[in-house]
């Protein structure tokens, strides 16, 4: 059974965004130009664009501006991944040359992958096989949010050592 993420971020950050971000639904590689013209971004020198993205509720793969934040991009719905993705864009081809799960409003874990790959598969998008990046999010009993480097479950901020489980879903008393 595939996992819904919740938005876990921060309630002001959730209050504050515009549910009117543009956006795009991606099924194929015009859908990707159409957004990329539409929304006014520039390709870099390797003719690429990083864009926010999420995995809806359906499987349905959204891309919006890097800036934007992914509960804009998915309009505050539950998500089956997020993360940052980046796409290649040539005049053949478009090919998703770095995918991250990195979304501290979802905090998806590296397991979302398949919905990814299942959303870009049905786009016609190449890509590798898992994430670039493989984020791994916890929550710490202080509240924290953090994001696990090198293996060390350790909070940022209050020093508490970390869940080894994802626990984005569970409540922190106190909160």
């Not at 971004?41 to 934040?69: H, K, M, P, Y």
């Not at 009993?141 to 090198?150: D, M, S, T």
């Amino acid at each position: 059974m595939r996992k819904l993420y919740p938005y876990v971020g921060p309630p002001e950050i959730a209050a504050a965004v515009s549910m009117n971000t543009l956006r795009a639904a991606i099924s194929s590689h015009d859908d990707i130009r159409r957004w990329v013209s539409e929304s006014s971004q520039l390709l870099d020198a390797t003719n690429s664009i990083t864009a926010t993205f999420v995995i809806d509720a359906d499987g349905i793969l959204w891309i919006a501006d890097r800036r934007s934040e992914h509960i804009a991009c998915s309009r505050g719905g539950r998500v089956l991944s997020a993360g940052e993705i980046t796409l290649t864009v040539t005049d053949n081809e478009i090919d998703a040359s770095y995918i991250t799960n990195q979304s501290t409003g979802y905090c998806p874990q590296p397991a979302s992958w398949p919905a990814v790959a299942a959303a870009l598969d049905s786009a016609g998008i190449d890509h590798l096989d898992d994430f670039d990046v493989r984020c791994e999010f916890r929550r710490c009993v202080c509240g924290q949010i953090n994001l696990v480097k090198n293996e060390v479950y350790e909070c940022d901020v209050c020093g508490k050592n970390l869940s080894h489980d994802w626990n984005l879903d569970e409540h922190i008393p106190g909160n």
